[in-house]
């Protein structure tokens, strides 16, 4: 989010796409949380209707765009690749996290039910797990629950891993230390972004 204002560029989030269905009641968006809350990952089919559909808006089409949450396999990567054709992509940015320290921060995220905001049990709302900014509930999400976790860390092995490999043997990937408060590894991503523009230029 905070790299896209940066750049001033869409940030197209899949998984703010899919909350969005979901709040919205339509059939899509009833599958889509079911799959979310027992922390499976929806068909690369759907996800990348959705991923071309908004790829496809003019703002995307005049601006570029950072594409957050996607692609998670790799063909879903082939389809991108397709979809985005002659084009190719700039760059990929692996955030390297232990699994330890992503389990912890799973565990212990708390999320604002009505605006999203984010909490933690180390940084909670100013007053009895109320959002500060909306007043909401605050709460866990169904999948961060650590069942939910350990899925997800499994599926990433199996699935998303090879997505480095994928990216690497197309010089389109760069890899980022994500241990630190966010602002810190926000200033390494654009490091990483500027490296590689400059390289491009040479
Ligand atoms: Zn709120």
């Keep these: 989010?905070?790299?896209?204002?940066?750049?001033?560029?869409?940030?197209?989030?899949?998984?703010?796409?899919?909350?969005?269905?979901?709040?919205?009641?339509?059939?899509?968006?009833?599958?889509?949380?079911?799959?979310?809350?027992?922390?499976?990952?929806?068909?690369?089919?759907?996800?990348m209707e959705m991923v071309a559909e908004r790829l496809a808006e003019s703002d995307v089409v005049a601006r570029g765009f950072i594409l957050d949450g996607c692609p998670r396999t790799t063909h879903q990567a082939e389809v991108l690749a397709a979809l985005l054709a002659p084009q190719?992509?700039?760059?990929?940015?692996?955030?390297?996290?232990?699994?330890?320290?992503?389990m912890r921060?799973?565990?212990?995220?708390?999320?604002?039910?009505?605006c999203g905001a984010n909490y933690s049990v180390?940084?909670?709302?100013?007053?009895?797990?109320?959002c500060d900014v909306c007043g909401g509930e605050v709460k866990q999400r169904k999948d961060d629950t650590e069942d939910a976790i350990r899925r997800r860390l499994e599926l990433?092995?199996?699935?998303?891993?090879?997505?480095?490999?994928?990216?690497?043997?197309?010089?389109?990937?760069a890899r980022v230390n994500?241990?630190?408060?966010?602002?810190?590894?926000?200033?390494r991503i654009i490091r990483s972004i500027e490296d590689r523009r400059n390289r491009g230029r040479r």
Aim: a negative charge.
């Design 1 to 47: 989010m905070r790299l896209s204002h940066h750049y001033v560029v869409p940030h197209v989030s899949t998984g703010d796409m899919l909350r969005a269905a979901e709040k919205s009641g339509s059939d899509f968006g009833m599958k889509a949380k079911e799959s979310m809350d027992s922390g499976e990952l929806l068909s690369d089919e759907i996800i």
């Design 122 to 130: 180390s940084t909670p709302p100013k007053v009895n797990w109320l």
């Design 156 to 173: 990433y092995e199996r699935q998303t891993a090879p997505l480095i490999e994928w990216y690497e043997g197309r010089n389109q990937l």
């Design 105 to 114: 921060r799973l565990a212990g995220r708390r999320v604002c039910v009505d």
């Design 178 to 187: 994500g241990i630190g408060p966010p602002d810190a590894v926000l200033r």
């Design 88 to 102: 190719t992509l700039d760059l990929t940015v692996d955030i390297e996290v232990p699994t330890a320290q992503v």
